[in-house]
């Protein structure tokens, strides 16, 4: 394993029994994807991306296949040795934001380290680094409600970085958002690619999948297209 199979999958499948009826969500998906880098994956609703999308990220487990994460064959792991895992190295952005309305951005951001062995101070220490790292250190105590759908965007990609992960998952992280903040949103992220982490995002949009190095696209369960493109310099800044 090396550091062009950071993720390795090996024809995994997956497959949902609703009653009598089988649905194949994945079928036979191989691919390897390098340490740092940016993708896109694209596809209908149905095309099975989703599914792949939460195998990536130890939320699920393959019907079938090997799935190698940094070198570790995740895919036959307990529910409770998978979550180490999400802990210790795997980031996720939802679209919806999920933040709690009540609770300030700096204690959002400090969610993820309430159950560690991390200090209250280290704890605080950690949550402002990684809003700081986002641009909204002068926002650490308003709540949700208080702020741009663009900012919250940004307490959650805080929330995410609050671990260090070494891969970030993105799940449609700008679909709830305007056109000049999901462009601020993709600038944030194609920063973060810069500083090695790998970065991966599910997206309906062409413009937003434009940010990316590699475009996979989905189709009934299965890849249909697997692109490298060259990045606008515009887009990399």
Not at 47 to 59: E, P, R, T
Not at 63 to 78: A, I, K, M, P, W
Not at 105 to 113: G, H, I, R, S, Y
Request: charged letters at 25%.
């Amino acid at each position: 394993m090396n550091d062009r199979e950071f993720i390795l999958v090996e024809r995994i499948t997956k497959t949902y029994h609703l009653g009598e009826v089988e649905v194949h969500a994945l079928r036979g998906v191989s691919l390897a994807i390098a340490r740092g880098d940016f993708v896109a994956i694209m596809g209908a609703s149905g095309s099975g991306k989703s599914s792949f999308m939460n195998i990536l990220g130890c939320l699920d487990r393959p019907s079938s296949g090997r799935y190698f994460l940094d070198g570790e064959d995740v895919s036959t792991l307990s529910t409770d040795e998978r979550a180490e895992v999400r802990n210790a190295k795997i980031g996720f952005v939802f679209q919806n934001f999920s933040l709690l309305p009540r609770t300030s951005a700096l204690e959002n951001v400090e969610l993820p380290l309430v159950y560690s062995a991390v200090s209250l101070e280290e704890q605080h220490a950690h949550a402002l680094a990684a809003l700081r790292a986002v641009g909204l250190e002068d926002r650490i105590h308003h709540l949700p409600g208080q702020l741009s759908g663009g900012q919250q965007q940004r307490v959650a990609i805080a929330r995410a970085l609050v671990n260090a992960p070494v891969l970030i998952l993105a799940d449609e992280p700008t679909g709830n958002l305007d056109s000049a903040a999901s462009t601020e949103i993709m600038h944030l992220f194609a920063g973060l690619n810069r500083q090695g982490i790998t970065v991966i995002l599910v997206t309906h949009e062409p413009d937003i999948a434009a940010f990316a190095r590699r475009k996979i696209t989905f189709r009934d369960g299965s890849i249909v297209a697997d692109e490298n493109s060259e990045v606008e310099e515009g887009k990399r800044q």
